[in-house]
């Protein structure tokens, strides 16, 4: 095997022109299984009916903040039901931290700065605990009302685009980090599948903007607050956000297939994981993970393909992205990645199912 290039040095963005404007190439081999490169996001955030389901996510990083053996409690209706083997999850309550302000939780006091560095110091307050009169408490509820699950976008990616740019000591810089996600958002409107664009849509989205503006209005981002403005916002939010989804039941599945178990017990083990999915599907169906979205410069830079060679994957059980080869990928090609749902391999809400049907398959 080659050696890739490491970080993201072994790929560039380079300007395809045509409606796809931009691409991501190799600039080196990546043998299928390679990891191509690792992301954080400019800005992430939990679905606001995943978190209003009770899923427990660092408000900063997404890592989950429920143990494996709660979780998996919760998602089968069993409060009296026992995970063995608790080494193998990886949940570190004792890092937990609250904001001393509001009710956000985080899974370290590191994520709970970063947080707060970058745009929680604006966002923070009483939350649902807290005033219901707040703007931005209001804010989430009418985005409750109009966007059901399943989820694909939040309002509070687009309030912490907000945020960061108020908060940064340097907003045009701020401005700019955003401004390479809008090179499709501007008139594309008939490219664009987010629902709320739609004609039904307008009193509640003329609603959402009058909401955000009146908590968060920012005088050297003033475009994003009109109506076409808040228009194509929304639009980069539903184009360019990833999808993240986090599990620590799942992180505990991986960590027992990982076990080196005598024979019998292996078996006992995964009859017992069998058991406990089936249990879930049953009073959960499909709707597994914490779930939010995330805008990452690399990752959007992708272009779609039904026939990818490489697929976004979260193997930290955070928002840290790792783009992984599916394929050998010779220097020069292009890196494509598949959009859409029913292509889509790795889309977080399938990989449960997925990895039953992989613990399945080889006991
Ligand atoms: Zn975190
Ligand atoms: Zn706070």
């Given at each position: 095997m080659e050696a890739s290039c490491g970080d993201t040095h072994g790929v560039e963005v380079r300007e395809i022109g045509g409606s796809k404007g931009k691409g991501l190439f190799a600039l080196c081999k990546f043998s299928a299984g390679e990891t191509i490169f690792e992301e954080r996001p400019l800005v992430c955030s939990q679905f606001l009916w995943n978190q209003a389901y009770g899923y427990l996510a660092c408000d900063y990083c997404m890592r989950p903040l429920e143990t494996a053996e709660e979780n998996a409690q919760r998602l089968s209706s069993n409060r009296q039901l026992v995970l063995p083997y608790p080494q193998c999850c990886n949940t570190k309550k004792e890092n937990h931290v609250n904001c001393?302000?509001?009710?956000?939780?985080?899974?370290?006091?590191?994520?709970?700065?970063?947080?707060?560095?970058?745009?929680?110091?604006?966002?923070?307050?009483?939350?649902?605990?807290?005033?219901?009169?707040?703007?931005?408490?209001q804010l989430q509820v009418a985005w409750r009302n109009v966007h059901y699950p399943p989820e694909t976008a939040s309002i509070m990616l687009i309030a912490r685009m907000i945020?960061?740019?108020?908060?940064?000591?340097?907003?045009?810089?701020?401005?700019?980090?955003?401004?390479?996600?809008?090179?499709?958002?501007v008139n594309e409107e008939e490219q664009i599948a987010h629902k709320l664009l739609g004609e039904r849509f307008q009193v509640q989205l003329e609603q959402l903007r009058e909401l955000l503006s009146k908590a968060l209005f920012e005088e050297?981002?003033?475009?994003?607050?009109?109506?076409?403005?808040?228009?194509?916002?929304?639009?980069?939010?539903?184009?360019?956000?990833?999808?993240?989804?986090?599990?620590?039941?799942?992180?505990?599945?991986?960590?027992?297939?990982?076990?080196?178990?005598?024979?019998?017990?292996?078996?006992?083990?995964?009859?017992?994981?069998?058991?406990?999915?089936?249990?879930?599907?049953?009073?959960?169906?499909?709707?597994?993970?914490?779930?939010?979205?995330?805008?990452?410069?690399?990752?959007?830079?992708?272009?779609?393909?039904?026939?990818?060679?490489?697929?976004?994957?979260?193997?930290?059980?955070?928002?840290?992205l790792v783009m992984e080869a599916v394929k050998d990928i010779e220097p020069g090609e292009e890196i494509v990645v598949c959009y859409l749902d029913d292509c889509n391999r790795h889309r977080s809400r399938h990989s449960r199912i997925k990895m039953l049907r992989y613990v399945k398959a080889i006991f």
């Open positions: 001393s302000q509001c009710e956000v939780s985080y899974c370290s006091v590191a994520c709970q700065s970063l947080a707060w560095e970058q745009y929680h110091r604006v966002l923070c307050f009483g939350g649902s605990g807290g005033d219901s009169n707040h703007p931005l408490e945020a960061t740019v108020k908060q940064a000591k340097d907003k045009e810089g701020a401005i700019h980090l955003f401004s390479q996600f809008c090179h499709s958002t050297c981002i003033y475009h994003w607050f009109t109506p076409e403005g808040f228009r194509s916002l929304i639009a980069l939010v539903g184009t360019n956000g990833q999808g993240v989804g986090t599990s620590p039941l799942s992180v505990w599945t991986k960590n027992c297939d990982a076990l080196d178990l005598p024979t019998e017990e292996k078996q006992h083990l995964n009859e017992f994981i069998d058991h406990l999915y089936e249990e879930v599907d049953k009073e959960t169906g499909a709707f597994l993970n914490n779930e939010g979205s995330g805008l990452y410069p690399l990752q959007s830079s992708c272009n779609h393909s039904c026939v990818p060679n490489a697929e976004a994957t979260f193997p930290y059980s955070n928002f840290v």
